[in-house]
């Protein structure tokens, strides 16, 4: 019976396979439908900001007009270039923003967002300016998020209301904006987010994560203030916003009183949790414990060939008890526009006199691209919302590093290095080494529409903590992770499409070793109104310390990634219904036994999502 259930196993990855093979050699001319699909071409690693993942969402379903309004909300997503941005910010109507899409000067990710716009709007013109989306996850307990946005003419509102597993109240978080646009500015009431400079003072809920995507999005400044597309219950501000435009700059004025979880001791000592988890005795009694004001002002000079943004912010936190802190953070930034690149920077001032320093020099040649940058910060820099690009985050921040990545195109061929150095800028003791490592990585890409194939390889070795000492010539011990990928996308006809991923990957230390294997090979079938997609994991791992990361078959506004750290075999399903009026329903099912004989029983996750348009 076991090795029937194993042939059974091996059969099913097969026969994908070999389908993955058939449906490579057809030509694309299928239509994209959704974001979650495009959004899982990109690496599973690295996180996709939640504001990214619902505003992508929303412009698919047509909440802007294509045109300039559309190009700025395009602005706003991580995952743009920076030579995009620029072409972006030219935009004046429909005709100059879908002309993008033929321009081979533009990425890849780009020419392929504004053909599956042009199609999705296509898709949706009978659909209103009111966007009704629930959400609704089960495993053990249930996480609910009701999403509600209104975007016509000058004027656009949204509310969001979320409730995580496990959570006493029926909603934990609730979340609105309305803001209204003017010939030289914009008012903004409600949850906002303030996306400025380069991460130093305040950013997105997930910083720019060193990958093969670092050379595209770190050399781009901040949007500035927006409205707040995210159920994250710690990354907004709370109050009014107001933008005016002057020959002389942007000016942004700003107040906000926010309730904060985390606490706050008599010596000033302050710590905020930013999980948004309220299911343990502690998480419950710091929920909303501490409130948050906060005023601020920016100037913003940007002119086509300059950027400079100073931002400065004055924060009061106070708990329950009425015990008080007071403190102030900001930044200066910059962005110089060169004949073959940019030059780029950011110095900030945190949180208890704590400093840090963000610097670039981006090279642009035909066909090459190259990034240099270096940065500091201090022991525990944190400021307003700061959350630069970094090796370690919030309290542990404190380092010194240096990022090289540079890239070659040919034909549709796409060829990424990147490198990384990085240590510990304070040590509790003078006579030890200072935490430290290195990371790098290659890959070659062939994209052609939806279709693509990539290979990559990364190598990361970092030390577990500062425990070598000069004077004994002890060496501190390191941690070596190596990971090797594969993934492609390939198509039979118009309807049917298929995906495949490998990945081994080899942790050691000098104690152990771990490695692991897994292979993800997903089919879908797409037509006019209607998406069916199986998907199928295996995971073998020996030892506990190698994982494997693979996207789950997301639905409309949500990237979930899985994580296997043990031997896992994992089917599931996804189906999507749509409608030219902007109705959609779908729903995701997904089973894991914890090993290759189907023993036992499963356990089953799933989602549900309904969307309509107004």
């Known amino acids: 019976m076991e090795q029937l259930r194993t042939t059974i196993l091996v059969y099913l990855h097969i026969s994908l396979v070999l389908a993955l093979i058939l449906i490579g050699v057809k030509p694309i001319t299928a239509q994209q439908k959704e974001a979650t699909t495009f959004l899982q071409n990109l690496d599973a690693e690295i996180d996709i900001p939640e504001e990214d993942i619902i505003l992508i969402n929303e412009i698919f379903k047509g909440q802007w007009t294509i045109g300039k309004e559309m190009a700025r909300q395009l602005m706003k997503l991580s995952i743009i270039d920076y030579d995009d941005e620029r072409v972006l910010s030219k935009v004046s109507d429909s005709e100059s923003l879908l002309i993008i899409s033929q321009n081979d000067a533009v990425s890849d990710i780009l020419r392929q967002l504004i053909t599956i716009i042009d199609n999705s ?5 009978e659909s209103g300016d009111i966007l009704v989306n629930q959400y609704m996850v089960f495993n053990d307990d249930y996480r609910y998020r009701w999403k509600l946005n209104y975007s016509a003419n000058d004027y656009s509102a949204g509310l969001i209301a979320e409730r995580d597993p496990n959570e006493k109240k029926l909603i934990d978080h609730l979340s609105g904006y309305l803001s209204k646009k003017y010939n030289v500015g914009e008012l903004l009431v409600g949850d906002y987010q303030i996306v400025t400079g380069f991460g130093l003072w305040s950013w997105r809920s997930v910083s720019t994560r060193k990958s093969f995507e670092t050379i595209t999005g770190l050399p781009r400044m901040g949007r500035g203030i927006s409205p707040y597309h995210s159920s994250n219950e710690s990354w907004y501000l709370r109050g009014i916003g107001y933008t005016n435009e002057t020959k002389w700059g942007n000016l942004l004025i700003s107040g906000g ?22 299911t343990g005795a502690t998480s419950i009694a710091q929920q909303n414990n501490i ?29 329950k008890k009425g015990i008080k802190k007071n403190d102030w ?11 073959y690149g940019n030059m780029f920077g950011e110095i900030g001032r945190g949180y208890n006199r704590t400093a840090g320093i963000i610097t670039g020099l981006r090279l642009k040649i035909p066909n090459v691209k190259y990034l240099i940058s270096s940065r500091y910060y201090s022991k525990g820099y944190s400021a307003l919302r700061s959350n630069p690009f970094a090796e370690w ?47 790098t990585g290659l890959r070659w890409e062939r994209r052609q529409g939806r279709r693509y194939q990539r290979l990559q390889w990364k190598w990361e070795k970092k030390s577990l903590e500062n425990n070598g000492i000069y004077l004994l010539a002890q060496e501190p011990i390191y941690e070596s992770n190596n990971t090797l990928k594969y993934s492609g996308v390939f198509n039979l006809n118009k309807s049917w499409w298929s ?53 789950d078959v997301n639905l409309p506004g949500e990237m979930t990634t899985r994580v296997y750290t043990k031997d896992i075999v994992s089917p599931a ?38 969307e309509i348009m107004l």
């Open 291 to 319: 409130s948050e004001l906060v005023l601020l002002g920016q100037w913003n000079y940007d002119k086509p060939k300059k950027q400079i943004v100073i931002s400065i912010a004055g924060t009061n936190w106070q708990d």
């Open 393 to 439: 985050v919030g309290k542990d921040r404190n380092e010194f590093g240096l990022f090289q990545s540079i890239s070659y195109k040919h034909n549709r061929n796409l060829f990424t290095i990147y490198g990384d150095l990085f240590k510990k800028s304070a040590v509790e003791r003078d006579d030890s080494f200072p935490k430290s490592g290195q990371e």
């Open 499 to 551: 995906k495949l991923q490998l990945t081994y990957t080899f942790d050691e230390t000098s104690e152990s070793e771990s490695h692991a294997y897994g292979l993800d090979t997903q089919i879908w079938w797409e037509i006019k109104n209607i998406s069916i997609f199986f998907d199928i994991v295996t995971t073998k791992t020996y030892g506990k310390s190698a994982w494997i990361y693979f996207w």
């Open 329 to 339: 953070s900001g930044s200066v930034a910059f962005n110089q526009l060169l004949a």
């Open 573 to 610: 399903i996804k189906i999507l219904y749509q409608t030219n009026s902007g109705f959609e329903l779908g729903f995701r099912l997904r089973a894991l036994w914890k090993d290759f004989g189907f023993t036992g029983t499963p356990e089953i996750v799933g989602a549900l999502v309904l």
């Open 121 to 125: 709007i296509s898709r949706n013109k």
């Open 257 to 278: 009183y926010t309730l904060q979880d985390g606490k706050l001791d008599s010596t000033g000592y302050l710590s905020l949790s930013t999980s948004g988890f309220h």
